[in-house]
């Protein structure tokens, strides 16, 4: 019986997290060692992720945990938000900064991309919601030296940099939206980016063992050993695999600088409205499916939030959201899925510009109102929640009872409130740190393994554990 604690690392686009699990005389412990901020860097070349920053920071809290747990460490697994990846030298090492997946270059490509395979077509390859975030218009824009080079996304990059083999891990391969349906590396899809499908790498199932912990951090008694795990590198299938609750009646939200919303299910769902209302078919842990949309999430607050920065004024987010409170619904709601509100920087204003499109009233963009802007925000989101939940019911015919919110943005309780009223469901917080659950959860279930995949029944079991001995 291997007693040594589990690392899970969590890379989030607001924040990054390095995680313990240990196995105290108490019963398991799971402690957030270090997390530290992220955010896109604009630079002259684009926008993009400081890699060596995120690196260092992941360095400092794998450090600490060798500090902690000195009784060493069985494993260390990786999970982060998708789409977003690296290309690699000969070395295996990263030949630039990522870009950021909002760099607006994937604006043109978009079109361009479609011009060559249809919109439908690669929807029905994919059953994927069309995003231009995602990986395949990136890798279109990329220029053809960039593409004579390998890649990994950036969760699979960070196991790799640890010592892991290098390989793409199912549930983040099929955000790319260069997988098919079954599950493998499309050759159309491929052949239409221009981008060689023998440099892919190979798709792995949630829960593979990649190899182990090597260079200086092996050289720490208690990374002696230590395997490397792809747990379901996409932080919100990760997320999903949290959620112990056996039944088929519930949906869930995972709120952070998204929000994804949806269900999960056994099969695919790619029928005609299935794509006309733009669903996704995400690959989740154990065979199952991610059905969900990308709603424009906390982004929203943040961008506004870092805004009203600039012009001076720093606001605490509880009390934001507590004086947002006293603010009613207003007779219209934004359409939180402007593309335009996808982009970084001045939030206000472009929400304003888009009211002012529609012909409505326009709000004060200044920060002394801010709260009046927060309680917008927060009735259009949960608008927008009840309408994809309504038509997620619809299109898998499922009725909901429970509501599951997960990620940071499920501590905002006037949200909350809103979210409970606008869709009548029962409203349960998953906690916050779901995609790190849901990382040990698949970690504690492939290092207890027997077959050849991690079972659902396993990472329920594991993540009620997970769950309950939170401290
Ligand atoms: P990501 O994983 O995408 O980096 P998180 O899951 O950490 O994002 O969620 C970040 C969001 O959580 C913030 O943008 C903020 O809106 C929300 N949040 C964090 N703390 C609080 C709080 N105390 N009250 C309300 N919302 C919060
Ligand atoms: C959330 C998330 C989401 C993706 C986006 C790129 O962090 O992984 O599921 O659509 O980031």
């Not at 412990?29 to 002259?44: D, G, M, S, T």
């Not at 249809?118 to 994927?128: D, F, Q, Y």
């Not at 309504?390 to 299109?395: D, G, L, N, Q």
């Not at 606008?422 to 906690?431: D, N, P, S, W």
Request: aromatic residues 8%; hydrophobic residues 40%; negative net charge.
């Amino acid at each position: 019986n291997d007693r040594r604690a589990l690392v899970a690392i969590d890379l989030g686009a607001e924040s990054c997290r390095v995680s313990l699990l240990r196995w105290l005389e108490q019963g398991p412990r799971i402690q957030l060692v270090h997390r530290f901020a992220n955010h896109a860097v604009e630079r002259a070349d684009g926008l993009r992720w400081d890699l060596g920053m995120i690196l260092e920071g992941l360095y400092v809290g794998l450090r600490q945990c060798a500090e902690i747990a000195t009784e060493g460490v069985r494993s260390i697994a990786v999970d982060g938000w998708a789409v977003d990846y690296v290309r690699l030298d000969d070395q295996g090492t990263a030949i630039a900064d990522p870009f950021c997946y909002r760099d607006e270059r994937t604006v043109a490509a978009e079109p361009v991309l479609h011009e060559r395979l249809s919109a439908e077509r690669m929807r029905e390859i994919t059953g994927l919601q069309l995003l231009r975030i995602n990986s395949v218009y990136q890798m279109f824009a990329d220029d053809v030296e960039k593409k004579k080079h390998s890649w990994l996304n950036l969760p699979e990059y960070v196991l790799h940099r640890l010592g892991g083999r290098a390989v793409s891990e199912l549930t983040n391969a099929t955000h790319t939206q260069m997988v098919g349906l079954d599950g493998e590396w499309s050759s159309e899809i491929f052949a239409v980016l221009g981008q060689s499908i023998a440099d892919a790498p190979p798709i792995v199932p949630p829960g593979t063992d990649i190899g182990r912990v090597q260079g200086e951090l092996a050289m720490l008694p208690a990374f002696e050993n230590t395997r490397l795990i792809a747990p379901a590198c996409h932080d919100t299938a990760s997320a999903i695999a949290a959620i112990p609750d056996p039944g088929d009646d519930w949906a869930y939200i995972s709120s952070g600088t998204w929000s994804l919303v949806g269900t999960q299910l056994e099969a695919p769902v790619n029928s005609a409205t299935a794509r006309e209302e733009n669903f996704t078919n995400l690959g989740g842990v154990d065979g199952t499916i991610c059905f969900h949309k990308n709603v424009n999430g906390m982004w929203l607050l943040r961008q506004c939030i870092e805004s009203w920065s600039t012009k001076g004024t720093t606001l605490d987010l509880p009390a934001l959201v507590e004086a947002s409170m006293t603010f009613g619904p207003r007779e219209y709601v934004l359409n939180v899925d402007d593309p335009d509100l996808m982009l970084q920087g001045h939030m206000p204003e472009r929400i304003n510009a888009q009211l002012r499109r529609r012909g409505l009233a326009e709000l004060s963009t200044e920060a002394k109102d801010a709260a009046e802007m927060a309680s917008f925000l927060f009735y259009s989101l949960a608008a927008r929640y009840a309408h994809v939940l309504h038509s997620v019911a619809e299109i898998t015919g499922k009725r909901f009872r429970r509501l599951y919110l997960m990620g940071g943005g499920s501590q905002n309780e006037f949200l909350n409130r809103l979210t409970a009223e606008a869709t009548g469901l029962e409203v349960l917080r998953a906690g916050t740190e779901c995609s790190t659950l849901g990382n040990f959860a698949v970690q504690l279930a492939t290092l207890e393994k027997t077959g050849e995949t991690v079972s659902r029944p396993a990472c329920v079991w594991a993540a009620s554990l997970a769950n309950a001995q939170q401290s």
